[in-house]
C-alpha cells in the first residue's frame, strides 16, 4: 500500500516535470512545425549556469532566475540564427538541424563544465512527509515542482487567452500569411514563442536537477518522455500536452517500481508506438486527421 | 548485354578496385590502424544502409545504433566459447538475419510514421535498447556487456594472405579485411538496389507519397522493405563492430552511436554511398586530430575528448544551412556546374 501510493506520488511529480517539458515541445510544433530535439541540451546548459552560480556561492533562488532568463535568451538566440532558415524547408531538414543543435550543445556544456556527475541542491527539503508511522514520499520539494508547473501553465493560459500579445502569438501560429496580413510582426511572435517554449524547457531542467546528480546527459531520456507525453496529448494541444505528461509520469513510475528501472525508457516507447499506431492525433487534438 | 548486366558489371569493376585497394592499404599499415581502419569499415557499412533509408526514402532513423547493438549482442552470443559452434561467415549471416527480421518489426510501425514523428520514435528506441541488456543481465551481461571471442583465422586464409600480401596476418588485420571485405559486399549490394526498380520506387515515394501511390507503388512495402534493407546493414555492422571491439556492452550503443551515424551520412550527403564513406572516414580520423589540438590548446583529456563532437555537430548545422547536400553532393554540383559552363562557352 505504502509503495504504491509513494511510486504515485512520484509518478505524479514526476509527470508534472514531463507536462512541462512536452508544454515547450508543444508549444514549439504550433508556431514552426519543428519539434526541437535539442530541448533536452538546452535545458542542461542553463541548469548548468544556474549550477555555476549557486557554486559561487549565491543564492538558489539566484541561479534559478538566471537559468531561466539563460533559457529565454537561448530559445530566442537558436529560433532567430539556426531555425529561421529552415522554417517552411522539408521537415527532415529542421529534424536533422535541432539534432546536430543536441550533440553541439552537449559537447559544449562538456568542454565547458566537464562531465563529471555533480549534485545539484533543491531549495527545500527533499526528505519525504511522515503521516503517522507512513513515510509518504512527497517531498518539499516535489510540491514546489507540482506548484511551480501549475503557475507557468496558469500564466501561460493568462498570457495566450487574455491578452492582445498572446492573441497575436496565436495568430501567427495559426495562420501565418493571414496574421501578416494583419499586421502582425509574425517573426517577432515565433522568436518570442521559441524563447517561452525553451524557458519552460529551463524550468523543467531544474526541477528534475534539484537534490539529484546532474551531467550532459542528464536530459537526454527526458526529451523523449516529453516527447511521448505530448504525442500521447496530442502535439498540437497545450492541455493535452499537461494530461499526457502526468499519464506517461504514472505509468513510467509504475513501470520502474514493479518490473524495474532499467525498462523504463522500452515502456515509453511501447506507449508512443501504441498511441501512434492507434490514436495518432493524440488524446486531445482538435484536428480530425493528421498524418504521422 | 542487358541494362542490369551493364549496371552490375559496372559496380563490380568498382568493387574489384576497391579490393585491390584494400589489400595494398591494409598489408601496409601497422595493427593500430587497421584496428582503426576496422571501425571506419563498420561505421561505413552502418552509415551506408542509413543513407539508403534517409537519403533514398525520406525515412530519417536515430534508431540505427540500437540496430548495430543487435547484431552486436547476436555476434557475442554466437561467440562465447573458445571454438564457435558455427563459422564466423555463417555467424556475420545470422546478425544480418536476425537484425534484418527485428529491422521488419520497427519497419512496419516506421512506415505509418513520417518527419518528426518518426525521428522521436527511433530516438526512443535508441534510448531504450540499451536498458534491455541491462534488465536481462543474466543472459546479455548488464553493465559490463559480453566478451566477444574471436577465432583464430583459418590455415588457408593465413596462406593466402602470406602468398598475397607476403606478411603473416595478425589477428587484427584478420578482423580488419573481414570488415572491408563485408564493406564492399554490402556496398555493391545497395548501389545496385538504389539503381534497381526497387530503388526508384524508394524515391518516387520519398518525392512524392500520392503520385507514388497513384502509380500503383504500395507506401508501406516500399518503405518496409528500405527499412529493412538500411536494418541488415546496421546488423552486418553489428558484427564486424563486436569481432573488432571484441565487446558487446551497453555503453558503446548509447544514443551518440545513433547521432554520430546520422551525421555521417549529412557530412557526406545524404543518399550518396560515397559520400556515407567519406562521413565514416572523418567520423574514424577527425577525432584523433581534434583531441590532440585541444590538448596542444591546454585542456585536459577528457574535456579535449569532447571536441570532436562539437566538431561534428558544429559541421552537421552548417551544412543543413549552407549546403543541404552535404560534402560529396555540393562538390558533384560544383562540377556540374563547371562542365556546363564550360561546354557553354564552347557551342
Known sequence: MQQLVNTLLGGLTLGMVYAAFALALVMIWRSTRIVNFAQAPMAMVTTFIALRIIEAGHSYWLGFAAALLA?????????????????????????????????????????????????????????????????IALTGFGIFTILAVLAVMGLLVLLFRFTDLGLRMRASAYNQEVARLLGVRVGHMLTLGWALASLV?????????????????????????????AVLGGLDSPAGAVVGGLLLGVSLSLVSGYVGSELVALAALAILMVVLLLRPQGLFAQARERRV | MTRLGRLLRSHLVVAALGVVM?????????????VQLTQMAY???????????????????????????????????????????????????????????????????????????????????????????????????????????????????????????GQDLTPSKYVAYLGWFTLVVAYVALANLSRSRVGRRWRAVRDDDVAAEVAGIGLGRARVSAFVVSAAAAGAAGFVMATSVRLAAPSGFSLTLSLTLLTAVVLGGLGSLTGALVGAALLTFLPGVVTDAG???????????????????VVMVAVILLAPSGLVGSLRSVWLRHRTTVKGETP
Open chain 1, 71 to 135: 533559457g529565454l535568451l537561448l530559445g530566442a538566440l537558436v529560433e532567430r540564427v539556426l531555425v529561421r532558415p529552415v522554417e517552411g524547408k522539408a521537415e527532415i531538414n529542421a529534424v536533422i538541424l535541432t539534432l546536430g543543435l543536441f550533440i553541439v550543445l552537449h559537447a559544449l556544456a562538456s568542454v565547458v563544465f566537464g562531465n563529471r556527475y555533480r549534485s545539484f541542491p533543491a531549495a527545500f527539503g527533499i526528505r519525504g512527509m511522515e503521516v503517522g508511522d507512513m513515510t
Open chain 1, 201 to 229: 524547457g529551463s524550468l523543467a531542467g531544474l526541477l528534475i536537477a534539484g537534490g539529484s546528480l546532474v551531467h550532459p546527459g542528464y536530459m537526454d531520456a527526458v526529451v523523449v518522455y516529453g516527447f511521448v507525453a
Open chain 2, 22 to 34: 584494400i589489400v595494398l592499404v591494409l598489408s601496409s599499415v601497422n595493427d593500430f590502424r587497421a
Open chain 2, 43 to 165: 561505421l561505413g557499412i552502418a552509415a551506408g544502409g542509413l543513407t539508403i533509408l534517409t537519403g533514398l526514402n525520406g525515412q530519417i532513423s536515430l534508431g540505427h545504433g540500437a540496430l548495430m547493438a543487435i547484431g552486436a549482442y547476436t555476434t557475442a552470443l554466437l561467440l562465447q566459447d573458445d571454438e564457435p559452434a558455427l563459422p564466423l561467415l555463417v555467424i556475420l549471416v545470422v546478425a544480418t538475419a536476425v537484425t534484418l527480421a527485428v529491422g521488419a518489426l520497427i519497419g512496419i510501425a516506421a512506415a505509418r510514421l513520417h518527419g518528426p514523428y518518426l525521428a522521436g520514435a527511433t530516438l526512443a528506441l535508441a534510448v531504450a535498447v540499451p536498458g534491455i541488456a541491462l534488465y536481462f543481465g543474466d543472459a546479455l551481461g548488464g553493465e559490463q556487456g559480453l566478451r566477444v571471442r574471436v577465432p583464430d583465422a583459418p590455415g588457408w586464409v593465413l596462406d593466402a594472405a602470406y602468398f598475397v600480401t
Open chain 2, 295 to 313: 590538448v596542444g590548446a591546454g585542456l585536459d583529456d577528457i574535456r579535449a575528448a569532447e571536441l570532436a563532437p562539437l566538431v561534428y555537430g
